[in-house]
């Protein structure tokens, strides 16, 4: 018996930790403009329902230019007129969803569903059928693994040529836009263990130039004009500084000085605290933070190739 127990408790955390593994491979719902017929309100819905399939199984979910993107396309199979007082709208839908590198327009797997709604109106029947696309439903369990082998199948094949372009950045000195790439392979992928060493080098040297630059942007602050205004102004840039960089020391001593200052000016502490190093945070996490935050800043428009697909 205990030695059941035993192999039970080894198989949920190996699951676990294949669960924990997976949950960096980025998907993004995204709704063509074809889609324009159906009510605005059912594609907000729309969208709703699929960021719960993507999140709810071991996706994380990535509107910042996701390579990766899962796509609806929703037709209507049959529309009628209930014979009920008042009458209400019945709708029949055909929902078909689709995984693939909308970068490349390559598809990788699709899952057809009829889905049925009725409402007082066509809007509300859309939304009470595109209501019914559940997460858990098992075609969509199978389709949604079916996507992510062959995203990591992606990372497997292509690995030489994304280590050899996040180089490239490198020389560039584009170093958030490399750590967005490499962290963006999944841990499954064998490819992860190859750029492990290279996130670390480059989340080095990314915190690095940050912190140089904005200890020089705080210093001038400062220096220009030393009063409790121009202190917030360079307190709040010196708090965000990452604790690992190098140069870190002395954005200590300029924030002592400061806030020595702030207490000579207003007989009170400074309201600003450098950050501390989170030990259980692990430098692949800080990265994946670094590439997010690069995500955010780009532009929000991508016009991804989604042709030959329905």
Do not use: H
């Amino acid at each position: 018996m205990k030695k059941t127990i035993t192999i039970l408790s080894l198989f949920f955390v190996a699951l676990l930790i294949a669960q924990e593994k997976s949950n960096n491979i980025s998907l993004a719902a995204y709704v063509p403009r074809q889609s324009n017929s159906i009510p605005a309100s059912a594609k907000k819905m729309l969208v709703n329902r699929l960021t719960k399939i993507i999140t709810k199984n071991g996706f994380a979910k990535n509107p910042y230019n996701s390579r990766f993107i899962l796509v609806p396309n929703v037709s209507v199979l049959s529309k009628d007129i209930t014979p009920t007082a008042p009458p209400k709208t019945a709708l029949n839908l055909n929902v078909t969803l689709y995984i693939g590198d909308g970068m490349s327009g390559t598809l990788f797997a699709s899952e057809s569903l009829e889905l049925k709604g009725v409402g007082n109106n066509e809007t509300k029947a859309y939304i009470a059928a595109v209501k019914r696309l559940s997460p858990k439903n098992p075609a969509i369990l199978d389709f949604i693994e079916t996507g992510k082998s062959k995203i990591i199948e992606y990372y497997d094949t292509n690995c030489a040529n994304i280590l050899k372009k996040a180089s490239v950045l490198e020389t560039q000195n584009k170093f958030e836009e490399a750590l967005s790439m490499l962290t963006s392979i999944p841990e499954a992928s064998s490819c992860f263990g190859k750029v492990e060493s290279k996130i670390k080098s480059l989340y080095q040297k990314a915190i690095d130039r940050d912190c140089k630059q904005k200890f020089e942007k705080a210093s001038a602050i400062w220096n220009a004009n030393q009063d409790v205004a121009a202190a917030n102004k360079a307190g709040e840039i010196l708090s965000t500084v990452e604790p690992q960089a190098k140069s870190y020391p002395k954005v200590k001593v300029l924030y002592k000085k400061i806030a020595a200052r702030v207490k000579d000016l207003n007989d009170r502490d400074w309201n600003y605290k450098l950050k501390v190093l989170d030990l259980k945070k692990t430098y692949i996490k800080a990265a994946r933070d670094v590439g997010v935050a690069y995500g955010k800043n780009q532009p929000k428009t991508v016009n991804y190739n989604v042709r030959g697909w329905y």
